[in-house]
């Protein structure tokens, strides 16, 4: 049984990672982290997976006058996923969609700078590519994260998070080669209510974790 809340993230990490044992040692495994929460769940899964370490720009596309509510995302490399049934009843017309886009696009684009600098983008081909995050609600930001590196040509994506609710699991192994969640609990609501410390993760720290981890890559 796993213990819910968990205490932090990196408590779900490391359940993360037990969950995650058959990927340890293996060459072509390459984490992939959501920022900002995701980062710090998929530095702790690279280090015990010994693996890999790098991030994934994913933004939601929050519908007109109420932003927590996502009619899309979009993610790097173009991926994008609508929620149909919403933008119909929300009555937006493509225009509309495409201004939400856009703003969204800017901040993908200034967090891309501000993460990655100079970094380059990792070799994906072929790849078994596993995409992490703190936890799942509606499943449209890592949705729109495996439409955007299934394009790159990996030879498996695996989805991978501590805690989500059973029917966003079913929706991601529609579109994953594999989801592996810890904990499915009822009464999901939030993410955040299955931590005891859900504090916010910065930008500072989503640089400092990936710039550590690219130096101990780029130095092996």
Known sequence: MTRLPFKDRIEGAVALADALSDYAGRDD???LGL???GVPVAAEVARRLGAGLDVIIVRKLGAPGQPELAVGAIASGG???FNEDLVR???LSPTALERIIERERKELERRERLYRGAHPFPQMKDRCLILVDD???TGATMRAAVNAVKSTGPREVVVAVPVAPSDTVEVLAQEAD???CVATPENFMAVGRWYLDFSQVEDVEVMDIL???WARQDAS
């Open 211 to 213: 710039a550590e981890a």
């Open 79 to 81: 991926g994008r996923v």
């Open 135 to 137: 936890g799942l609600a």
């Open 29 to 31: 495994v390459l984490v």
């Open 178 to 180: 594999r989801v592996v």
């Open 89 to 91: 009843l929300m009555h």
């Open 35 to 37: 920022p900002r929460g």
